[in-house]
């Protein structure tokens, strides 16, 4: 029997007094790529014993959705093919709604809230399925599903139209329209604002290059095959040992006379950290280049400058490499963190320019890539609140690589929350016992 049943399904629909646009809104050259990565799925986790009934739950839920959708009103439409132009784009009509799954499990949500390993086949059921796979297809779906003391809230967003910060934006929205509070923040939808180089052209051929087959939009192989094999884990870094971390790398570069340009931010000494421990958790050559691949959000770096409440991708690329022999030395950390710091630098020097020539670099050393998701900065615990406390826990469920981590900020609003994707648990345990040891040391 599935460890978690699905009791119904129904829709939220956009009021009738959302402003709709009154064309399909076009995808940027930032949002093209993800057209074939397409899913974004989170999952907050909350429990405890003055839990709300569940059906009081469920019913501040759906009221509150449909409250949010009369700002968030695209988000209900449809990612559709427009093959006049080969544009992709989002259609909206007053017709629009959004799928609310409703559940329940008899999993113990307190072990799933704060295992440090996760239950892959109860949490990737925790979020609602939508085959994005064929255009046109829903944006956005939902799910709520009742445990004994507890609700998990689930999100499935289509990552063309929205990325990390616009999904926190629509959830901190939901969230405060369910505490029966105004959200402070106005959502923008328009992509007229993002101001790149070759325009619509450039996302044009995007599409052409990597989903010719539009309107078919199916996601590359490995994504499929690897990904029900991975072992996860999620590591708290509380700000002690962040700060900690953050001297340690200074007073290396002072005794090598390397010192950094600057003190290392928590992004910094985070992916510095996991970097070190990926190195020298696979049996990589000691001569083989090692990729860190990261995104950045640019909406305050572009000229001009993106409203912050822009609801889209606005995301460049970055990538460093280093030799795994210097990821494996005294100056790991130092030499990764300076390594970081510098590619941050680049970006910030050309935050439009999305580097599209790297993809073929990356496909080539996928089994040598660690990839960082999400931001430190991302408020999850704190803005997720819809009236019933903050989640005890959240958590990316779509990681689609041997080597990814996601990051967030920590439930006490100050550390940092570190979830980590292997395919191998040998790797994994090696992993931990390397990410502790660092720690502890330092």
């Known amino acids: 029997m599935s460890p978690v049943r699905v009791i119904h399904a129904s829709y939220v629909n956009v009021p009738a007094t959302a402003a709709l646009p009154l064309e399909p809104i076009k995808l940027t050259a ?83 809230a704060r295992d440090e390993e996760h239950d892959l086949p109860v949490l990737e059921q925790l979020v609602p399925d939508v085959d994005m796979s064929e255009l046109p297809t829903a944006v ?12 998990a809230v689930g999100v499935t967003v289509h990552h063309a139209v929205a990325d990390g910060r616009s999904l926190w934006t629509f959830v901190q929205a939901w969230a405060t329209a369910c505490r029966g509070e105004t959200p402070a923040l106005t959502p923008s939808f328009d992509r007229s604002l993002v101001k790149l180089p070759g325009g619509q052209e450039e996302a044009r051929r995007i599409f052409q290059q990597w989903a010719p087959n539009l309107p078919l939009v199916a996601p590359p192989p490995s994504f499929l095959e690897d990904r029900p094999r991975f072992t996860r884990r999620t590591f708290a870094l509380d700000m002690p040992h962040i700060q900690r971390l953050k001297q340690h790398i200074v007073r290396l570069g002072e005794a090598h006379d390397a010192p950094l340009t600057h003190p290392p931010s928590t992004f910094v000494t985070v992916t510095a950290l996991a970097w070190t421990c990926f190195a020298r958790c696979k049996p990589f050559p000691l001569d083989d280049d090692l990729l860190l691949f990261f995104l ?14 822009y609801v889209g991708v606005c995301l460049t690329w970055c990538l460093v490499m280093l030799p795994a022999r210097e990821l494996r030395g005294p100056r790991a950390l130092l030499t990764a963190a300076a390594a970081v710091q510098d590619e941050i630098r680049r970006m910030n020097r050309d935050p439009a320019n999305q580097q599209s020539h790297l993809t073929p670099i990356m496909l080539a050393s996928w089994d040598r890539l660690m990839s960082v998701s999400g931001s430190s ?43 980590v994707s292997l395919l191998q648990q040998a790797q994994m345990d090696d992993f931990r016992s390397l990410f502790l040891e660092l720690l502890q040391s330092n």
């Open 140 to 151: 956005l779906a939902v799910q709520a599903t009742r445990f004994n003391g507890g609700v």
């Open 377 to 419: 900065a991302f408020a999850a615990y704190d803005i997720a609140d819809f009236g019933w406390g903050k989640p005890r826990r959240t958590e990316p469920i779509r990681m689609n690589h041997d080597g990814q981590v996601a990051l967030m900020r920590g439930r006490d609003g100050l550390g940092v929350q570190v979830s």
């Open 296 to 309: 950045a959000d640019v909406r305050g770096r572009l000229d001009p400058p993106v409203d912050r409440g």
């Open 30 to 112: 930032m949002e093209a790529i993800w057209v074939t990565i397409p899913v974004l799925q989170h999952v907050l986790l909350y429990e405890g014993a003055d839990m709300p009934p569940f059906e009081d739950i469920l019913q501040a839920l759906r009221f509150s959705l449909a409250v949010t959708l009369g700002s968030f009103a695209p988000l209900a439409g449809k990612l559709v093919h427009l093959k006049d132009t080969w544009d992709v784009a989002i259609s909206c009509s007053a017709a629009d709604s959004v799928k609310f799954v409703v559940a329940e499990s008899d999993t113990d949500v307190r072990r799933l």
